[in-house]
């Protein structure tokens, strides 16, 4: 009745919450869910899985305006929730949104942390470690032709371990570790079906990285644990055991499944669109390019916790009080036909590509930008190179999604070798 929907209206202009979309824990459709979060509003009241309340920033411009907004905060003290209690102990991104880094501090304390490390994430100094990551490719192509011809799972035996073994060679994880280390890690793609199996998986984790901080002060070697033991040790106060433990744990979990999905959705387009793989393949346009597209047209972080909002304030219409929470949906952005036009949509590498929120935007901008985008070039130039006729396998039907809210990928990508 009109009276009923009256009073909706009224509860809906009270309690933003009472509306909320409740964004699905399997994550089974991330683009068709972030169709409908997009239509509903640039500041959409979701629930998030685990009956966590925030405001979810859908579209481009908004995301844009969100992630710089003076009145919003990394600073887990302003969320209401979290200090009420509303938020659950075991809520699989407490790992994220509580640990002593970077990415939970603001200003002064945001600076000191970033530039300990940021001189190693420089595009120059990156740009450096091209030949190596090519080995890194190499070693693993050179695995892969032994399985040729035939069917294999390309994200675990591909996407997977580049990243990780760079990633950890960077922060000087011995090779022999990381077996050990793929044991744990899927837990990070497992966040949503199992909270208490990947938070048991979590501390391990961190104990293997307190392991390799042990191992780096016994045996310095050139790497980031050894430069960072330094400045812990040799300068005091600048860095404190925690600050350490958690950055180590921060450039792992931070630089190791993005660039995995990344890789994945790349490939996995790719595969999809052969009319934009022979550009790339011939020269026409650089492989970056596809990188850049993948980053936008599926972006390798669906939505990432978490700003909170320091007072009350209004973007693009909508008001938000302190202590609320704002999640980013960078997938979302990526697709927006309100800033990408019709073109929003369709997967189409072009040079210049168009340029997209999924490092985001500010601040913050991804610290490992420089490194993701060099793996992801290396990894499809020389995969393409050593399979021009890399077929998807359908014969395994369609892929099924990580199912998680943070991650957008795909658990297995089956391919068939020629
Ligand atoms: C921050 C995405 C790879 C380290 C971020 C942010 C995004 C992002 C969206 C901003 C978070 C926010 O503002 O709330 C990605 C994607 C990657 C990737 C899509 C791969 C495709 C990497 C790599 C590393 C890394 C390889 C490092 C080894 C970081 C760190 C931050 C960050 C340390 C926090 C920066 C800060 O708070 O100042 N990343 N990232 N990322 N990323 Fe990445």
Redesign the pocket.
């Known amino acids: 009745t009109d009276d009923g929907a009256r009073a909706d209206d009224g509860a809906r202009a009270t309690d933003p919450w009472h509306g909320r979309v409740v964004i699905d824990p399997c994550m089974r459709d991330v683009h068709g869910q972030n169709e409908r979060l997009r239509a509903a509003g640039p500041l959409v009241p979701v629930e998030l899985p685990g009956h966590v309340r925030a405001w979810a920033a859908t579209r481009h411009d908004t995301l844009e305006t969100v992630?710089a907004h003076p009145a919003l905060s990394?600073e887990l003290r302003y969320w209401a929730d979290w200090a009420g209690g509303a938020v659950p102990a075991d809520w699989p991104l407490n790992n994220i949104i509580t640990a002593e880094?970077?990415?939970?501090?603001e200003g002064g304390e945001?600076r000191r942390?970033?530039r300990m490390?940021s001189r190693a994430?420089t595009p120059r100094h990156i740009e450096e470690l091209r030949p190596r990551v090519g080995e890194v490719a190499a070693e693993l192509l050179d695995g892969l032709a032994g399985d040729a011809p035939g069917p294999v799972d390309l994200r675990l035996r591909y996407a997977y371990p580049l990243?990780r073994n760079?990633?950890c060679e960077?922060v000087g994880m011995p090779r022999a570790w990381h077996a050990e280390l793929n044991k744990l890690t899927d837990a990070l793609i497992r966040i949503t079906d199992d909270a208490d199996y990947a938070a048991s998986r979590m501390r391990t984790l961190r104990e293997l990285f307190a392991e390799v901080i042990e191992l780096r002060r016994r045996e310095p070697a050139d790497d980031l644990t050894s430069a960072l033991i330094a400045v812990r040790d040799d300068e005091g106060g600048r860095l404190s055991e925690a600050e350490l433990h958690d950055m180590v744990m921060?450039?792992?979990v931070?630089?190791?499944e993005?660039?995995i999905?990344?890789?994945t959705n790349a490939v996995r387009a790719l595969l999809a669109h052969p009319g934009e793989l022979a550009p790339l393949r011939d020269g026409t346009v650089p492989w970056s390019a596809a990188v850049e597209e993948t980053?936008r047209w599926d972006?390798?972080?669906a939505y990432?916790?978490?700003?909170y909002v320091t007072r009350d304030a209004e973007i693009d219409g909508v008001r938000l009080r302190a202590g609320d929470a704002v999640v980013?949906c960078?997938a979302a952005a990526g697709r927006d036909p309100g800033h990408y036009g019709e073109r929003a949509t369709r997967f189409q590498v072009c040079d210049p590509p168009a340029a997209h929120?999924?490092?985001?935007?500010?601040?913050?901008?991804?610290?490992?930008?420089a490194?993701?985008?060099l793996?992801?070039e290396v990894a499809l130039e020389a995969l393409f190179e050593a399979f021009p006729d890399l077929a998807p396998d359908t014969s395994r039907g369609d892929p099924e999604p990580l199912g998680t809210p943070l991650s957008n990928s795909i658990r297995s990508l089956p391919v068939l070798l020629p």
């Open positions: 992630l990394k880094s970077m990415i939970t501090k945001h942390l970033r490390v994430f990243p760079v990633i960077l921060t450039l792992f931070a630089g190791h993005t660039t999905n990344l890789i980053l972006s390798p972080v990432f916790p978490m700003r980013a960078y929120l999924s490092f985001g935007h500010g601040e913050h901008f991804c610290l490992g930008a490194l993701a985008r793996e992801a």
